[in-house]
């Protein structure tokens, strides 16, 4: 199977929210291909951050990819909306309440590329049904609802399964991880086969996102 290129998504949980189109510029000038956006609904997880109105006027002010990751509780609902609003990638959760076959296959007719999640606590192999429909994986590793909590290693065997099959059956999707990522979990993650991954605390609070960026990715 090849191996796809390291890619860093900046969680924007982390960014200034009264700059947030600058905090986009300057990720991307780092060296961000890919921008993750955490929509939270304060059901499926105790807290809410921004949606649909937030992504539609970043997505007007920059040309960077948008990865979405819903945290919420009936993503069904809202798909539509967010690849109109300009979502490049729409991630779901397996435990959300909407028909998950259903949802992905929703989202790449709205023009998207569907993604599928897993919650620490969850066994990788509820989403291997999906595996076909997805263009990306995406593993918890830390509990979804807050940035800059602590890295949960128990993502790392979650993460060679996801990369042994892809491998078994062919499959060609990019293998993300969210939480807890810094200079040292980066390591461990790539080494059990993550191509793309979130970093929201550790990067918004590197002096130098860049030096951060190409330690990661090179
Ligand atoms: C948590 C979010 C993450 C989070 C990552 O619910 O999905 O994207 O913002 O932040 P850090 O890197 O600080 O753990
Ligand atoms: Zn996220």
Same mark, same amino acid.
């Given at each position: 199977?090849?191996?796809?290129?390291?890619?860093?998504?900046?969680?924007?949980?982390?960014?200034?929210?009264?700059?947030?189109?600058?905090?986009?510029?300057?990720?991307?000038?780092?060296?961000?291909? !890919?921008?993750?956006?955490?929509?939270?609904?304060?059901?499926?997880?105790?807290? @809410?951050?921004?949606? @649909?109105?937030?992504?539609?006027?970043?997505?007007?002010?920059?040309?960077?990819?948008?990865?979405?990751?819903?945290?919420?509780?009936?993503?069904?609902?809202?798909?539509?909306?967010?690849?109109?609003?300009?979502?490049?990638? @729409?991630? @779901?959760?397996?435990?959300?309440?909407?028909?998950?076959?259903?949802?992905?296959?929703?989202?790449?007719?709205?023009?998207?590329?569907?993604?599928?999640?897993?919650?620490?606590?969850?066994?990788?192999?509820? !989403?291997?049904?999906?595996?076909?429909?997805?263009?990306?994986?995406?593993?918890?590793?830390?509990?979804?609802?807050?940035?800059?909590?602590?890295?949960?290693?128990?993502?790392?065997?979650?993460?060679?399964?996801?990369?042994?099959?892809?491998?078994?059956?062919?499959?060609?999707?990019? !293998?993300?991880?969210?939480?807890?990522?810094?200079?040292?979990?980066?390591?461990?993650?790539?080494?059990?086969?993550?191509?793309?991954?979130?970093?929201?605390?550790?990067?918004?609070?590197?002096?130098?996102?860049?030096?951060? !960026?190409?330690?990661?990715?090179?």
């Amino acid at each position: 199977m090849k191996t796809n290129e390291i890619w860093v998504a900046p969680s924007l949980l982390s960014a200034d929210f009264a700059h947030l189109g600058a905090d986009c510029d300057k990720m991307a000038a780092a060296g961000a291909k !890919i921008m993750h956006f955490d929509v939270m609904d304060g059901m499926f997880v105790p807290n @809410i951050s921004f949606g @649909i109105a937030v992504l539609k006027s970043l997505n007007q002010y920059t040309d960077a990819p948008m990865d979405v990751h819903l945290m919420i509780r009936e993503p069904h609902r809202y798909v539509r909306q967010f690849a109109e609003a300009g979502a490049d990638y @729409i991630t @779901i959760h397996v435990e959300a309440e909407s028909d998950v076959a259903g949802t992905l296959a929703l989202i790449r007719e709205c023009g998207a590329i569907p993604a599928i999640s897993v919650k620490p606590g969850t066994p990788v192999e509820e !989403i291997f049904p999906y595996l076909e429909q997805v263009g990306m994986v995406l593993v918890m590793s830390v509990e979804p609802g807050f940035g800059g909590q602590s890295f949960m290693p128990v993502c790392l065997p979650k993460l060679r399964a996801l990369r042994a099959e892809a491998e078994r059956r062919g499959l060609d999707y990019r !293998i993300e991880v969210d939480g807890g990522i810094n200079l040292e979990t980066a390591k461990l993650v790539i080494e059990a086969g993550a191509d793309t991954l979130v970093a929201g605390s550790a990067l918004f609070k590197a002096a130098d996102p860049a030096a951060f !960026i190409r330690e990661i990715t090179q």
